[in-house]
């Protein structure tokens, strides 16, 4: 007969999850507690970033642009369940037609303007641009580009443009590669560093952390092996944490071991933006002494931040842009996702500057795709590589996704005064005052936060307000998830640990992206409750 597993070895070993992994337990464990507590607890899931709002216009554009193009379809070729694939002369025209038959709705108006906007801004014909559209709604063809269709670049080009180099890019362009969602981009990316030499296992990357667990766990996979050290987020004012990169942890990337720098911009779990000044000393560090620094930014948040910038606007020719629509317009169903790279990079310098082992190895990998596989570009090689070059003439996103992807960048773009993306921050940033009501704590405005989480350190709260004989009264007697666990029993409430996002080990995630703002002021009493619990347990141990 097995010894039961102690109530301390079990934490322990929870504590080795992920935290995405954990919060299934976590979720077990609080269901449960609202089951036997019907009357006094509310089950309330803050663990994951699934916004619970819609962008709800360009899904209508959607719709109303499947029954243009189902329309055409049978125009082209009709019988009982059969159709045609659409023509595209005179389709613009036709588009026209059927916008005015139907009205003004919110929808008619954006597909209406968009190709106004395409035709006039972005210098497309309107016949072409139209029969994409629908041609992609449908989905009748394979995406050609594979990498991506022909207007649907240029338009999430013109998008990335405004929402992540606020309207000022660098010089030149960038080719994107439409994937399946940010997650996918990852992959992909990690994948075709490793296969094309650029990483090679046993080499060390830098992560900037806390970070999206993914990053932490990917390079140690047996496929990639990759070593890891930690550019920390350190800074703090008292017991808030302000989470930026201090010149010393920045300093890190200067060793040139260093071969890559992978961060997560408007950071996840801590949701702040990284200080101008902060990518200002990076991008000294990295033009003055590493311009072979490879940088990957995921930078999903960056729209929930006033006037952002990302490094790839900045470092354009060392960064590898990751940007996912699911957070801003609550798609994450959809999986739409680009993986952005300048024209002109450091990868395919790299490439070209690889041994002539590595070169013929590359070659023989890469000749079915030209005459001359030297001259495949690296986001081209992402896009055979994801189908492991031999099926890349099967490779893209489907082009339903890109007709959606494409409807969103067009509704951002067209939306002037940008109300929808004043919205979406207002509604985090109720919800996160919400929460701080909820803990009785005052906290200042800071214009870098993004508050799409809130990473709370309780180790810093405790020593700062309680004390250090406080802090090494918890520390003896409860494990760092104990937290989360607590939570989740006592009052039906899950949430992430910090620790497996490489954070402070006694800090917590909520999520404030997919509850009510009054779920979050509770959240914040239940997390109140629990501390002042710690706090009287540990007094009473004083008056003994």
């Given at each position: 007969m097995s010894t039961p597993q102690s109530h301390e070895a079990y934490v322990e070993e929870l504590g080795r999850l992920s935290p995405f992994e954990l919060k299934d337990e976590l979720i077990k464990r609080a269901e449960q507690s609202v089951a036997k507590e019907a009357t006094s607890h509310k089950f309330l899931n803050a663990g994951r970033g699934n916004p619970n709002w819609i962008s709800t216009t360009p899904r209508e554009a959607f719709f109303s642009l499947g029954q243009f193009a189902l329309i055409e379809s049978e125009r082209v070729w009709k019988e009982p369940d059969l159709g045609g694939m659409p023509h595209i002369t005179g389709i613009a025209e036709r588009f026209e037609d059927f916008l005015n038959a139907l009205g003004y709705t919110r929808a008619t108006d954006l597909l209406r303007r968009a190709v106004h906007y395409g035709v006039t801004e972005l210098g497309f014909q309107a016949d072409a641009f139209v029969h994409e559209l629908c041609d992609a709604v449908i989905g009748d063809n394979y995406p050609e580009p594979d990498r991506m269709l022909e207007h649907a670049e240029a338009v999430v080009h013109r998008f990335l443009v405004k929402v992540m180099c606020d309207d000022k890019p660098p010089e030149g362009r960038f080719q994107l590669f439409a994937v399946e969602g940010g997650t996918a981009a990852m992959c992909y990316?990690?994948?075709?560093?490793?296969?094309?030499?650029?990483?090679?296992?046993?080499?060390?990357?830098?992560?900037?952390?806390?970070?999206f667990t993914p990053y932490i766990e990917l390079p140690h996979l047996e496929n990639f092996e990759l070593q890891t050290i930690n550019v920390a987020q350190t800074s703090m004012e008292g017991a808030r944490h302000t989470w930026q990169y201090s010149e010393d942890e920045l300093k890190k990337l200067e060793n040139p071991k260093v071969k890559a720098f992978f961060i997560v911009n408007p950071s996840n779990p801590a949701s702040f933006a990284m200080a101008a000044e902060t990518r200002q000393a990076l991008v000294e560090l990295v033009t003055k002494k590493r311009p072979d620094l490879l940088i990957l930014t995921d930078d999903?948040?960056?729209?929930?931040?006033?006037?952002?910038?990302?490094?790839?606007?900045?470092?354009?020719?060392?960064?590898?842009?990751?940007?996912?629509?699911?957070?801003?317009?609550?798609?994450?169903?959809?999986?739409?996702?680009?993986?952005?790279?300048?024209e002109h990079h450091v990868v395919d310098e790299k490439l070209r500057d690889l041994p002539e082992r590595e070169r013929d190895r590359l070659h023989r990998r890469y000749e079915s795709l030209a005459l001359d596989p030297e001259t495949v570009k690296f986001i081209d090689r992402l896009v055979a590589d994801s189908r492991d070059v031999a099926l890349n003439h099967t490779a893209g996103l489907s082009t339903p996704q890109q007709a959606q992807m494409t409807l969103f960048s067009l509704f951002s773009l067209l939306d002037q005064d940008d109300e929808y993306t004043h919205r979406c921050r207002k509604i985090v940033h109720e919800r996160f005052k919400r929460l701080f009501k909820g803990l009785g704590i005052d906290i200042p405005d800071d214009p870098l936060r993004v508050a799409y989480y809130a990473d709370l350190d309780l180790e810093a709260w405790g020593r700062h307000f309680i004390g250090d004989d406080f802090v090494a009264y918890v520390e003896a007697h409860r494990d760092p998830t104990d937290v989360v666990m607590t939570l989740a029993q006592r009052y039906g409430t899950v949430l992430l640990n910090g620790k497996g996002f490489d954070g402070p080990p006694w800090s917590i995630r909520v999520s404030l992206a997919n509850l009510d703002a009054d779920a979050y002021e509770a959240i914040g009493r239940d997390i109140r409750d629990l501390l002042m619990r710690a706090v009287s347990q540990w007094r009473e141990t004083l008056r003994r």
């Amino acid at each position: 007969m097995s010894t039961p597993q102690s109530h301390e070895a079990y934490v322990e070993e929870l504590g080795r999850l992920s935290p995405f992994e954990l919060k299934d337990e976590l979720i077990k464990r609080a269901e449960q507690s609202v089951a036997k507590e019907a009357t006094s607890h509310k089950f309330l899931n803050a663990g994951r970033g699934n916004p619970n709002w819609i962008s709800t216009t360009p899904r209508e554009a959607f719709f109303s642009l499947g029954q243009f193009a189902l329309i055409e379809s049978e125009r082209v070729w009709k019988e009982p369940d059969l159709g045609g694939m659409p023509h595209i002369t005179g389709i613009a025209e036709r588009f026209e037609d059927f916008l005015n038959a139907l009205g003004y709705t919110r929808a008619t108006d954006l597909l209406r303007r968009a190709v106004h906007y395409g035709v006039t801004e972005l210098g497309f014909q309107a016949d072409a641009f139209v029969h994409e559209l629908c041609d992609a709604v449908i989905g009748d063809n394979y995406p050609e580009p594979d990498r991506m269709l022909e207007h649907a670049e240029a338009v999430v080009h013109r998008f990335l443009v405004k929402v992540m180099c606020d309207d000022k890019p660098p010089e030149g362009r960038f080719q994107l590669f439409a994937v399946e969602g940010g997650t996918a981009a990852m992959c992909y990316v990690f994948e075709s560093l490793l296969r094309n030499g650029i990483l090679r296992r046993g080499d060390t990357v830098a992560l900037g952390t806390p970070i999206f667990t993914p990053y932490i766990e990917l390079p140690h996979l047996e496929n990639f092996e990759l070593q890891t050290i930690n550019v920390a987020q350190t800074s703090m004012e008292g017991a808030r944490h302000t989470w930026q990169y201090s010149e010393d942890e920045l300093k890190k990337l200067e060793n040139p071991k260093v071969k890559a720098f992978f961060i997560v911009n408007p950071s996840n779990p801590a949701s702040f933006a990284m200080a101008a000044e902060t990518r200002q000393a990076l991008v000294e560090l990295v033009t003055k002494k590493r311009p072979d620094l490879l940088i990957l930014t995921d930078d999903v948040y960056g729209t929930f931040v006033e006037g952002f910038r990302s490094l790839a606007a900045d470092l354009p020719h060392n960064t590898i842009l990751v940007y996912s629509y699911s957070k801003h317009f609550g798609c994450t169903g959809w999986r739409l996702g680009v993986i952005a790279m300048h024209e002109h990079h450091v990868v395919d310098e790299k490439l070209r500057d690889l041994p002539e082992r590595e070169r013929d190895r590359l070659h023989r990998r890469y000749e079915s795709l030209a005459l001359d596989p030297e001259t495949v570009k690296f986001i081209d090689r992402l896009v055979a590589d994801s189908r492991d070059v031999a099926l890349n003439h099967t490779a893209g996103l489907s082009t339903p996704q890109q007709a959606q992807m494409t409807l969103f960048s067009l509704f951002s773009l067209l939306d002037q005064d940008d109300e929808y993306t004043h919205r979406c921050r207002k509604i985090v940033h109720e919800r996160f005052k919400r929460l701080f009501k909820g803990l009785g704590i005052d906290i200042p405005d800071d214009p870098l936060r993004v508050a799409y989480y809130a990473d709370l350190d309780l180790e810093a709260w405790g020593r700062h307000f309680i004390g250090d004989d406080f802090v090494a009264y918890v520390e003896a007697h409860r494990d760092p998830t104990d937290v989360v666990m607590t939570l989740a029993q006592r009052y039906g409430t899950v949430l992430l640990n910090g620790k497996g996002f490489d954070g402070p080990p006694w800090s917590i995630r909520v999520s404030l992206a997919n509850l009510d703002a009054d779920a979050y002021e509770a959240i914040g009493r239940d997390i109140r409750d629990l501390l002042m619990r710690a706090v009287s347990q540990w007094r009473e141990t004083l008056r003994r």
